[in-house]
T-cell receptor, first 106, second 119 residues
Framework: DIQLTQSPSFLSASVGDRVTITCRAS??????LAWYQQKPGKAPKLLIY???TLQSGVPSRFSGSGSGTELTLTISRLQPEDFATYYC?????????FGQGTKLEI | QVQLQESGPGLVRPSQTLSLTCIVS??????????WTWIRQYPGKGLEWIGYIYYSGTTYYNPSLKSRLSMSVDTSKTHFSLKLSSVTAADTAMYYC????FGHGMDVWGQGTTVTVSS
């Protein structure tokens, strides 16, 4: 299975900050990576797919980049509603594995 | 707008079979390109992709669960189901059903159902 390691696991930031979360894969996943946001008591929500394509309805302050073994999620100008846990998922090779999550806190 | 809703028992005894159903509303399971997926989230928050089924009945199961897992889709194409046999406490988790838009990620999720394995 492809292992995904997210860094950092915890991130403290303030409203208006720019933050970056990295997802490193144990083997190349090309651009077959999705990012999800999860808030307490809710299901994950798809933010980005194919490494950099914004899902419909997701604010443009979210962006994704990278390919291969290192991919990133960037949130520019953090808003209060962005404080949540973020997960990456590779869709390159089954089983489709997830990263361990990054909790973004104030 | 497609919506998903999981249903099933909240408590399952060890060694028994866990059965869950995901009801699909607002759209058809038979649409090309969508794979109907199960994912679970452990109490420690880690996510595990369980597997998927296509409307034709084609399945892919996570090898870690394959020997205990079965998925089906009903003939009227309004729901799909999961059966996990010989459960243990390690199967305690929140179980989600989701729609996998092939290559695009899990774009629609149910609200999840908590399953506890305990005697």
């Amino acid at each position: 299975d492809i292992q995904l390691t997210q860094s950092p696991s915890f991130l403290s930031a303030s409203v208006g900050d720019r933050v970056t979360i990295t997802c490193r894969a144990s083997q190349g996943v090309s651009s077959d990576l999705a990012w999800y946001q999860q808030k307490p008591g809710k299901a994950p929500k798809l933010l980005i797919y194919a490494a950099s394509t914004l899902q419909s309805g997701v604010p443009s302050r979210f962006s994704g980049s990278g390919s291969g073994t290192e991919l990133t999620l960037t949130i520019s100008r953090l808003q209060p509603e962005d404080f949540a846990t973020y997960y990456c998922q590779q869709l390159n090779k089954r089983p489709y594995t997830f990263g361990q999550g990054t909790k973004l806190e104030i | 707008q497609v919506q998903l809703q999981e249903s099933g028992p909240g408590l399952v005894r060890p060694s028994q079979t866990l059965s869950l159903t995901c009801i699909v509303s607002g759209g058809s399971i038979s649409n090309d390109g969508y794979y109907w997926t199960w994912i679970r989230q452990y109490p420690g928050k880690g996510l595990e992709w369980i597997g998927y089924i296509y409307y034709s009945g084609t399945t892919y199961y996570n090898p870690s669960l394959k020997s205990r897992l079965s998925m089906s889709v009903d003939t009227s194409k309004t729901h799909f189901s999961l059966k996990l046999s010989s459960v243990t406490a390690a199967d305690t988790a929140m179980y989600y059903c989701a729609r996998y838009d092939f290559g695009h990620g899990m774009d629609v999720w149910g609200q999840g159902t908590t399953v506890t394995v305990s005697s």
